[in-house]
T-cell receptor
């Protein structure tokens, strides 16, 4: 029962262009969503979050969009930089103690 | 300020053995959560402890247990190891026990467990 899904295992984007990572969820009780970035041999690093009362949150080059009716969120990175190459995880919470993660999307930024 | 620290970094065990993994949270954080990440998948929730009490448990067998100490550090124990327990074990700390705005979980680098 995969409550959080990232259907694209990998994504390749040219440096300077926009990277769009997508995430779908099934549990309507989720009210808080996060994106984490993971480099090899490191733990996930918190990137940006959004509460269900909002539909957009921006932090520098990173913007997260939430479409509650479609149970879909996306992370936009503009402009993409080589250091953005990593695995990105979408995670969700229903306000309780745990995070439910998607399978991850490997983003590669090409020069 | 030190982040979340975990030890050991790597561990190799054989089937049937027992293992203990350790985690120290960020200073001031009172909650520690444990996650298992199998290759190619996202982290899966195992336990959460807050103020030394278990506050949440994921869908893992009783072979998995944990505890939190008065200084908020934590140990994860796994008994009777199986090949399928091979994974990256991640510890995350947060200020309080509930996930939400201004209470994000911050992860350590993980312990890579290999069971042969």
């Amino acid at each position: 029962d995969q409550q959080v899904k990232q259907n694209s295992p990998s994504l390749s984007v040219q440096e300077g262009r926009i990277s769009i990572l997508n995430c779908d969820y099934t549990n309507s009780m989720f009210d808080y969503f996060l994106w984490y970035k993971k480099y090899p041999a490191e733990g996930p690093t918190f990137l940006i979050s959004i509460s269900s009362i909002k539909d957009k949150n921006e932090d520098g080059r990173f913007t997260v969009f939430l479409n509650k009716s479609a149970k879909h969120l996306s992370l936009h990175i503009v402009p993409s930089q080589p250091g953005d190459s990593a695995v990105y995880f979408c995670a969700a919470s229903d306000g309780a103690q745990k995070l439910v993660f998607g399978q991850g999307t490997r983003l590669t930024i090409n020069p | 300020d030190a982040g979340v620290t975990q030890s050991p970094t790597h561990l190799i065990k054989t089937r049937g053995q027992q293992v203990t993994l350790r985690c120290s949270p960020i200073s001031g954080h009172k909650s520690v959560s444990w996650y298992q990440q199998v290759l190619g998948q996202g982290p899966q929730f195992i336990f959460q402890y807050y103020e030394k009490e278990e506050r949440g448990r994921g869908n893992f067998p009783d072979r998995f247990s944990a505890r939190q100490f008065p200084n908020y550090s934590s140990e994860l124990n796994v008994n009777a190891l199986l090949l399928g327990d091979s994974a990256l074990y991640l510890c995350a700390s947060s200020l309080s026990g509930l996930v939400g705005s201004y209470n994000e979980q911050f992860f350590g680098p993980g312990t890579r467990l290999t069971v042969l």
